[in-house]
């Protein structure tokens, strides 16, 4: 029935202030008025429909991408919309784009990487995007082994220029996203040459297109590398392919913060480490845990509110039947997820923080805290994008069929989001950096060195401190157990910086409370899964395994009643939601039943192909069958 709040009961049984708690998902007040009124913005306007998306082909989908980008570059501009606004914009349309990389790492690796006066030049022009870049980094043969790259940038000292080139097939640039059509400018990474000499992988900025035709400029071959997985989804981003024969660019274009080549071919290294070379895949880390929430949160809230809706089973007297969200077994995956959903959003408020921190601290030359840095980003990285992708996965299955559908949102949301696994860093590759970074510890613990920051506790670890071993010997052969050992450090941090939101004040009625129970949940739902660990180490005994196990049931409970207001509390619209199942009012089945008639192959009643492909056949069958 149309405007009935099906979910109405279920929201009245929440024991907490649903506002209050908006307000500590978005962060603050501010950012609570910031979401709502650009969430309206993007929602009223039609330019910005995105339930055609699934059904389009490929190069009308792209065409209408490239119609919303530029749309919404025109608003930014006509509302005057400040970098907050405007990044909440972007992430209310709900679109991979070229603009992604654009902004996300083409901008901050010039400025992370480029000198005040290559500052000065190229970021105006991109800040108007009157340039739009990429960051070519990806080989054909190699992305995670950045070192391993084969691209060449050798200085020629007679014209003081760079040339850049592609010396084979697995050297072609691969998968950077907007390189494929639209970027007029990468900043490519190449190995330096000078004089015979290689000095490691380093930043060019590299012009690709005219800026007046768009057509690749001489020695530049440069296209879109095909279909990705799912319908929609990522492939809404040109991924391109792009060798370089010879291309010769002015010795200004290399990012020469970190190192220099003189007008004379001298190479010098600035007083900084050359991992500031990395400095815009940490950034991206950084943003795709903040990130990781906004996506597990959005399958959470469409396979809660439909759990709600859906009923199997157990009518008594012919009344309705059970809704399965009221199933423990539907509870033990899902109530987990959703705990998920606000840890991780807590993880990546902290990480926020010591991310700027960081960048603080290299301002005035102090590196300390960069490797402690790069281990939480890469692990956090890892651990919630992972969990993120497979919890997409485990909310369709919770949805049961209607799951599958298109309609379900859940099919793209997965599609666009699992490639988060492997870009910016495969998560098991980031993950042996954070086990080589708790190595290195161990190893400096021995010596009596304190670790500090997300590492002190291991100095509280008596084994630990009698422990004498060199980072690398038996890594490799090891390397799947310190995976685990990555993950669960990585796990220590998300749960440590939960606790430590619930030490802060947090008003409004019952929400302190909800979010001690979900923290709970988050913690012992890993114990249980991990108890064999547990016991096999005698960090537990059976007993408080079965004990931390009956807690979990109750808490379960506990926020069973106050489940939909939990998804409420996201403040997700439908427009931005997408999905049917997920609807506000969970008015599920008319709203299925409309949308499949919409459909086009039920734009007629008898199919294209029928008379070539059917009736042929079914004369067939009428003929054998009269003989
Ligand atoms: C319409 C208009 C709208 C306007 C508003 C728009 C707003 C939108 C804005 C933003 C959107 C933001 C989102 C952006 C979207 C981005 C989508 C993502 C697309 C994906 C892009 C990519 O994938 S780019 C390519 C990524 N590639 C990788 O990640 C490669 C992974 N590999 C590596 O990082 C490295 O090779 C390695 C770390 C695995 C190994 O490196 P190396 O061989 O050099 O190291 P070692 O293992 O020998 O280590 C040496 C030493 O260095 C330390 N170290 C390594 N890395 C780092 C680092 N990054 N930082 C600091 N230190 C590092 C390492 O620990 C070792 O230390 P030791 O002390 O020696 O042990
Ligand atoms: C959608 C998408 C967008 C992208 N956008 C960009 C972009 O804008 N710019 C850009 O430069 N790149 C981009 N990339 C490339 C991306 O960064 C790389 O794909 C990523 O870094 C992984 O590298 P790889 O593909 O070489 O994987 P590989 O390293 O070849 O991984 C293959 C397998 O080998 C394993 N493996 C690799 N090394 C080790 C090891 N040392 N020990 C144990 N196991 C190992 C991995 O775990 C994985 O299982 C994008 C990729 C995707 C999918």
Redesign the pocket.
């Known amino acids: 029935m149309e405007g009935v709040d099906h979910l109405a009961d279920e929201r009245k049984k929440a024991e907490f202030n649903v506002e209050a708690m908006k307000i500590v998902w978005a962060g603050s007040q501010h950012n609570l008025e910031v979401s709502n009124r650009i969430s309206k913005l993007v929602a009223d306007d039609p330019a910005f429909r995105k339930d055609d998306r699934t059904m389009l082909p490929r190069k009308e989908l792209f065409k209408n991408t490239l119609r919303k ?1 530029a749309y ?2 025109k608003r ?1 501009n006509e509302l005057r919309l400040s970098e907050e606004e ?2 909440k ?2 992430f209310y349309v709900d679109e991979t784009a070229y ?3 654009h ?3 083409f901008i901050p690796a010039i400025k992370g990487q480029g000198t005040d006066e290559q500052q000065r030049k190229w970021l105006p022009l991109a800040y108007k995007m009157q340039i739009i870049g990429c ?1 070519a ?2 080989e054909l043969g190699h ?5 391993g790259l084969e691209t060449t940038a050798t200085f020629d000292p007679h014209t003081d220029e760079f040339v850049i080139h592609s010396p084979t097939l697995t050297s072609s640039k691969w998968w950077p ?1 907007g390189l494929g059509k639209v970027s007029t400018h990468a900043v490519t990474y190449a190995r330096l040459i000078i004089d015979g000499k290689d000095h490691g992988v380093h930043g060019f900025i590299v012009q690709l297109r005219s800026l007046e035709d768009h057509r690749p400029l001489p020695g530049i071959t440069v296209g879109d590398i095909g279909m990705k997985f799912g319908n929609g989804a990522y492939n809404t981003m040109d991924n391109g392919v792009l060798r370089f024969d010879h291309v010769r660019i002015p010795r200004n274009q290399m990012l020469m913060k970190v190192s220099q080549v003189t007008r004379e071919g001298k190479y010098k290294q600035s007083d900084v480490p050359r ?1 500031l070379v ?1 400095g815009t ?2 950034y ?1 880390r950084q ?1 795709i845990v903040a990130d990781a929430s906004c996506y597990l949160s959005r399958a959470v809230c469409i396979a809660t509110r439909y759990s709600a809706v859906r009923r199997q089973f157990g009518s008594q007297n012919g009344g309705p039947e059970t809704q399965v969200i009221d199933y423990k077994t539907q509870q033990s995956r899902l109530f987990p997820l959703l705990a998920s959903a606000y840890a991780f959003r807590f993880v990546g408020e902290w990480l926020e923080w010591l991310y700027t921190d960081v960048m603080q601290r290299l301002q005035a030359n102090d590196f300390s805290t ?2 402690e840095a ?1 281990a939480c980003t890469a692990g956090l990285k890892s651990l919630t994008t992972s969990v993120t992708a497979d919890g997409i996965e485990e909310c369709r299955k919770l949805c049961g069929g209607h799951g599958y559908l298109c309609t379900s949102g859940l099919p793209e949301l997965f599609a666009v989001y699992v490639p988060a696994c492997t ?3 495969d998560n098991i ?1 980031l993950l042996l ?1 954070v086990a ?2 708790l190595m ?1 510890t161990v190893s400096q613990i021995g010596t009596g060195k304190q670790p500090v920051g997300t590492i002190a506790y291991m100095g509280r670890i008596e084994h630990l401190m009698q422990c004498r071993c060199n980072v690398q010997r038996g890594f490799a052969e090891l390397s799947a157990d310190l995976v685990e050992a990555a993950v669960a450090h990585c796990q220590l941090i998300v749960v440590s910086k939960f606790i430590e939101k619930l030490q802060q004040d947090i008003p409004g009625e019952g929400v302190k409370q909800q979010l001690e129970a979900l923290c709970g949940i988050y913690y012992l739902s890993l114990l249980h899964k991990h108890q064999g660990d547990f016991l096999a180490t005698s960090y537990l005994t059976p007993k408080q395994s079965a004990l931390a196990n009956d807690q979990l049931r109750a808490l379960y409970s506990k926020v069973r009643p106050n489940a939909i207001a939990l998804v409420d509390a996201f403040n997700y619209s439908d427009h931005f939601l997408s999905s049917i199942l997920g609807r506000y009012d969970g008015n599920v089945y008319p709203k299925l039943y409309e949308a499949a008639w919409k459909d086009p192959l039920n734009e007629s009643v008898v199919p294209d192909g029928y008379h070539e492909y059917v009736r042929p056949l079914l004369k067939q069958q009428l003929h054998t069958a009269r003989l």
């Open positions: 980008a919404a570059w930014i405007a990044s914009l972007r603009t992604d990389l902004w996300g790492m960051y980094q990806t992305g995670s082994n950045v070192q996203g991992q990395y895949m940490v991206v943003r960069l490797p790069h870009y910016e860093g590759v950096q080589r970074f290195k």
